[in-house]
T-cell receptor, first 113, second 110 residues
Framework: EAQVTQNPRYLITVTGKKLTVTCSQN?????MSWYRQDPGLGLRQIYY???????DKGDVPEGYKVSRKEKRNFPLILESPSPNQTSLYFC????????????FGEGSRLTVL | QQPVQSPQAVILREGEDAVINCSSS?????VHWYRQKHGEAPVFLMI?????EQKGHEKISASFNEKKQQSSLYLTASQLSYSGTYFC???????????FGKGTRLHILP
């Protein structure tokens, strides 16, 4: 089954404790992206990647890091989480050779105390 | 800059029509439309490309005015299943980012 898988789905952590949210897709998509969703603000792009070893900042990259060492994986790293990073995070992927549809993961709800 | 969606929210009775608008200040290459149900991930509805045709999907269709950098989503004879938050996502001609609007909440009453 074609899917984007995120882990963990739910996480409560404390300020300053490094964490990684993993994202993996099995559709051989070139494009992958991370979004955060906050009430009233919609989906805001954090980082995106056009292919392996190619990443670029979205609109709200501060406090986040990403890497794209393999085509299927695009982890989101919070080196020193702060309470303002409490949010719902979505990973998404798409193919350049198809309709351009973004396939979203189920989301990861992160709470930073 | 995020595209601007209007209205922010709309309540309809089943069978009524709705129009959701999306406007950008940038020259656009494409406009995406997604629907998100509460507690779920956004789901793709359609994409409109510059120079492309108006798209349709069952009773949901959309248009893209390239000169005005605007898109509209049309929901005709709305069904209860249409309830949710609708997002437009825009891709400009200059970069590969897909930027989403703040969403339009649609609630369909029986």
């Amino acid at each position: 089954e074609a899917q984007v898988t995120q882990n963990p789905r739910y996480l409560i952590t404390v300020t300053g404790k490094k964490l990684t949210v993993t994202c993996s897709q099995n559709m051989n998509h070139e494009y992958m992206s991370w979004y955060r969703q906050d009430p009233g603000l919609g989906l805001r792009q954090i980082y995106y990647s056009m292919n392996v070893e190619v990443t670029d900042k979205g609109d709200v990259p501060e406090g986040y890091k990403v890497s794209r060492k393999e085509k299927r994986n695009f982890p989101l790293i919070l080196e020193s989480p702060s309470p303002n990073q409490t949010s719902l995070y979505f990973c998404a992927s798409s193919s350049f050779t198809s309709t351009g549809e973004l396939f979203f993961g189920e989301g990861s709800r992160l709470t930073v105390l | 800059q995020q595209p601007v969606q209007s209205p922010q929210a709309v309540i309809l009775r089943e069978g009524e029509d709705a129009v959701i608008n999306c406007s950008s200040s940038k020259a656009l290459y494409s406009v995406h439309w997604y629907r998100q149900k509460h507690g779920e991930a956004p789901v793709f509805l359609m994409i409109l490309l510059k120079g492309g045709e108006q798209k349709g999907h069952e009773k949901i269709s959309a248009s893209f005015n390239e000169k005005k950098q605007q898109s509209s989503l049309y929901l005709t004879a709305s069904q209860l299943s249409y309830s949710g938050t609708y997002f437009c996502g825009t891709e400009s001609e200059r970069d590969d980012k897909i930027i989403f609007g703040k969403g339009t909440r649609l609630h369909i009453l029986p």
